[in-house]
């Protein structure tokens, strides 16, 4: 009998010289995961390497592509137009990443800590997704309709500042190549805010109640709260949605075609956008592949860095808990 349950358990537990069998890496997983990385690898991987092989061509879209190696490149980094749209960039990452982070981050803990608390959670909900709503409108349909209120002689905030007795604030806002910018900055601060919102809310639901209780007793105020309490305990919600943010300023195309088309004079132009008038316009599909080879680069360094970041932070905190 015994010699029967050493040899059940041997079979069952350990291997044939009786040492402890390893279990079995569970690889059933994988066949999920295939239809989608062999999607990923059709539409993104292969595009991208066909866009970096005629990235160092002169080709004008029709014939055949004549090898130019890295002629494209070198012209583009004495591109004074691709530098200027590159800085506009930086602004579009301050208008979408930065300014809707802070202010998501102040109006989720208002919406979470006060208006919550004092009005109720369904009041909450409905103001969550007022915010939220640019997010689900599509682009060309917002770009159209902010078009239409920042027209310069019938639009409506002209009206407005007109009705107020502030007819002296007018202006092209759209037309004019020294505020234009700051217009679209303005229009992607109200698509963009509801994103921040909505992720930071949900990250404080996870907050220890008992924090903020503590706080409480402690004597401190609502500001206070939230600089030593919300913040810390939502820093990788911040993280994800810096990155994340930052990402779709530097990639953005929709606003600013709709909108201005990359005008006044190159004012709003964005290397999306300076990519495809060089594909689609001027037809040098090499250099225009060469921009979005670039700008695609830097979005990976981009998305890596803030990867890398947040695993460091996360692996901090759990070192401070252990």
């Given at each position: 009998?015994?010699?029967?349950?050493?040899?059940?358990?041997?079979?069952?537990?350990?291997?044939?010289?009786?040492?402890?069998?390893?279990?079995?890496?569970?690889?059933?997983?994988?066949?999920?995961?295939?239809?989608?990385?062999?999607?990923?690898?059709?539409?993104?991987?292969?595009?991208?390497?066909?866009?970096?092989?005629?990235?160092?061509?002169?080709?004008?879209?029709?014939?055949?592509?004549?090898?130019?190696?890295?002629?494209?490149?070198?012209?583009?980094?004495?591109?004074?137009?691709?530098?200027?749209?590159?800085?506009?960039?930086?602004?579009?990452?301050?208008?979408?990443?930065?300014?809707?982070?802070?202010?998501?981050?102040?109006?989720?803990?208002?919406?979470?800590?006060?208006?919550?608390?004092?009005?109720?959670?369904?009041?909450?909900?409905?103001?969550?997704?007022?915010?939220?709503?640019?997010?689900?409108?599509?682009?060309?349909?917002?770009?159209?309709?902010?078009?239409?209120?920042?027209?310069?002689?019938?639009?409506?905030?002209?009206?407005?500042?007109?009705?107020?007795?502030?007819?002296?604030?007018?202006?092209?806002?759209?037309?004019?190549?020294?505020?234009?910018?700051?217009?679209?900055?303005?229009?992607?601060?109200?698509?963009?805010?509801?994103?921040?919102?909505?992720?930071?809310?949900?990250?404080?639901?996870?907050?220890?109640?008992?924090?903020?209780?503590?706080?409480?007793?402690?004597?401190?105020?609502?500001?206070?709260?939230?600089?030593?309490?919300?913040?810390?305990?939502?820093?990788?919600e911040i993280s994800v949605v810096l990155t994340w943010c930052s990402i779709a300023a530097l990639k953005?195309?929709?606003?600013?075609?709709?909108?201005?088309?990359?005008?006044?004079?190159?004012?709003?132009?964005?290397?999306?956008?300076?990519?495809?008038?060089?594909?689609?316009?001027?037809?040098?599909?090499?250099?225009?592949?060469?921009?979005?080879?670039?700008?695609?680069?830097?979005?990976?360094?981009?998305?890596?860095?803030?990867?890398?970041?947040?695993?460091?932070?996360?692996?901090?905190?759990?070192?401070?808990?252990?």
């Amino acid at each position: 009998m015994t010699a029967t349950v050493e040899r059940g358990s041997r079979a069952v537990g350990t291997h044939r010289h009786g040492g402890p069998r390893r279990p079995r890496p569970d690889r059933s997983y994988a066949l999920f995961l295939l239809p989608g990385a062999l999607a990923f690898l059709a539409a993104v991987v292969v595009p991208f390497l066909m866009n970096t092989g005629v990235s160092f061509t002169d080709w004008q879209g029709v014939g055949s592509p004549r090898w130019s190696g890295l002629a494209n490149y070198r012209e583009l980094m004495d591109d004074s137009e691709f530098w200027a749209s590159f800085r506009h960039s930086l602004f579009m990452v301050v208008a979408m990443a930065v300014v809707p982070t802070v202010l998501g981050l102040v109006l989720a803990a208002a919406l979470f800590d006060h208006i919550g608390k004092h009005f109720g959670s369904r009041t909450a909900t409905v103001l969550r997704a007022c915010f939220y709503l640019p997010q689900v409108l599509p682009i060309a349909v917002a770009g159209i309709v902010w078009s239409w209120i920042l027209a310069p002689d019938n639009g409506s905030l002209n009206a407005l500042l007109k009705g107020v007795g502030l007819g002296s604030w007018q202006q092209d806002w759209l037309g004019d190549p020294d505020i234009a910018l700051y217009s679209v900055m303005g229009v992607m601060v109200w698509v963009q805010i509801g994103f921040p919102l909505v992720v930071f809310m949900a990250g404080l639901q996870r907050v220890d109640p008992q924090l903020y209780e503590a706080a409480e007793l402690d004597g401190a105020g609502w500001w206070r709260r939230f600089w030593h309490v919300t913040l810390p305990q939502i820093r990788p919600e911040i993280s994800v949605v810096l990155t994340w943010c930052s990402i779709a300023a530097l990639k953005v195309f929709g606003a600013v075609y709709v909108l201005t088309k990359g005008g006044p004079g190159g004012a709003t132009d964005v290397p999306s956008y300076f990519s495809f008038t060089t594909f689609f316009e001027k037809t040098q599909v090499g250099y225009g592949a060469a921009i979005s080879t670039v700008l695609t680069v830097i979005i990976m360094l981009l998305s890596l860095i803030g990867l890398r970041l947040q695993t460091r932070a996360e692996d901090a905190e759990e070192g401070v808990r252990a």
